[in-house]
């Protein structure tokens, strides 16, 4: 296998641009991060590896974080990330480029395209532009993969804070009333964050807040009561992806 893909992905996005850029290389794995969560290392052994995960505040989610600080990686690796974002993906190939380096590594290339907002709310047509424009725009981006393209990324500066650099429940992740206790939360959580208890989901604090359980709750009983501009906006899933690709991403 030529080319390892690790993708991170709550309401796929991510995932489905995991699978447009796997089917147009050819000759790849696709490795969910959620599936590395309990692991103590990963050794990586392919020669060309890609990280492909939703922006989260101009940075990665703390779960790909962790894991890439479990991985070793063979030396001569070309490495590229693949960022899905509403909006502005930050200085996220500043802060991946920092992190390869204390694994002895450095980032190759970083390319990525916009969708859907999941957390704050883009105007309808432009998320539907997106959407229209995903395969298109994954395309258009491949031959730099395959041509080995690389960039220089790095920086000393100490990049600012971000409110995801840690693990917790900054936004008040909370089910509320409207809670059946299916238990359909605790299965899209990457970070096996959410226990039932007296038939109500109890949100703990090692939160990556990518939120899954919010859009994927059949009950809309997840809400955040400290975001109130995005506390009960609408639910969003990519088109082409389930609650059953969201789970499996951990049970691989
Ligand atoms: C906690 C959080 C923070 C986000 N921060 C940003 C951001 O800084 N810039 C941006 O353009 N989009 C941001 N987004 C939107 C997501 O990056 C975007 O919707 C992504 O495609 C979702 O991918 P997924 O469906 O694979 O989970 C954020 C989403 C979440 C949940
Ligand atoms: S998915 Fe919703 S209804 Fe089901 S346990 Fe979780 S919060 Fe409750
Ligand atoms: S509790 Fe919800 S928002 Fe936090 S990591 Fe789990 S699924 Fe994501």
Do not use: Q, W
């Given at each position: 296998?030529?080319?390892?893909?690790?993708?991170?992905?709550?309401?796929?996005?991510?995932?489905?641009?995991?699978?447009?850029?796997?089917?147009?290389?050819?000759?790849?794995?696709l490795k969910p991060v959620?599936?590395?969560?309990?692991?103590?290392?990963?050794?990586?052994?392919?020669?060309?590896?890609g990280f492909v995960f939703p922006v989260y505040y101009g940075n990665m989610p703390y779960s790909v974080r962790e894991m890439i600080s479990k991985m070793t990686f063979s030396k001569d690796d070309y490495i590229f990330i693949f960022t899905t974002w509403r909006g502005h993906a930050g200085a996220v190939a500043q802060r991946m480029d920092q992190l390869l380096r204390t694994r002895g590594q450095k980032l190759s290339l970083?390319?990525?395209?916009?969708?859907?907002?999941?957390?704050?709310?883009?105007?309808?047509?432009?998320?539907?532009?997106?959407?229209?424009n995903q395969a298109k725009n994954v395309a258009s981006l491949l031959e730099d993969i395959r041509n080995r393209r690389a960039e220089d990324y790095f920086t000393a500066d100490i990049l600012p804070s971000t409110p995801i650099d840690i693990p917790h429940n900054f936004r008040g992740i909370t089910a509320d009333e409207n809670c059946v206790g299916c238990g359909g939360c605790t299965h899209v959580c990457p970070r096996d964050n959410i226990h039932i208890e007296n038939g109500r989901a109890v949100i703990g604090d090692n939160c990556a807040s990518c939120l899954a359980c919010f859009h994927w709750c059949p009950a809309e009983a997840i809400y955040m009561s400290r975001q109130e501009n995005i506390a009960r906006r609408s639910k969003y899933h990519h088109p082409d992806v389930t609650f059953s690709d969201i789970a499996w991403q951990k049970k691989e």
């Open positions: 296998m030529a080319t390892a893909i690790y993708y991170f992905s709550a309401t796929g996005n991510s995932y489905t641009t995991a699978r447009l850029i796997a089917d147009g290389l050819g000759d790849c794995a959620a599936s590395t969560f309990k692991k103590p290392y990963i050794t990586e052994e392919a020669e060309r590896v970083s390319l990525g395209i916009p969708m859907p907002g999941n957390s704050f709310i883009n105007e309808p047509h432009v998320d539907a532009e997106h959407l229209a």
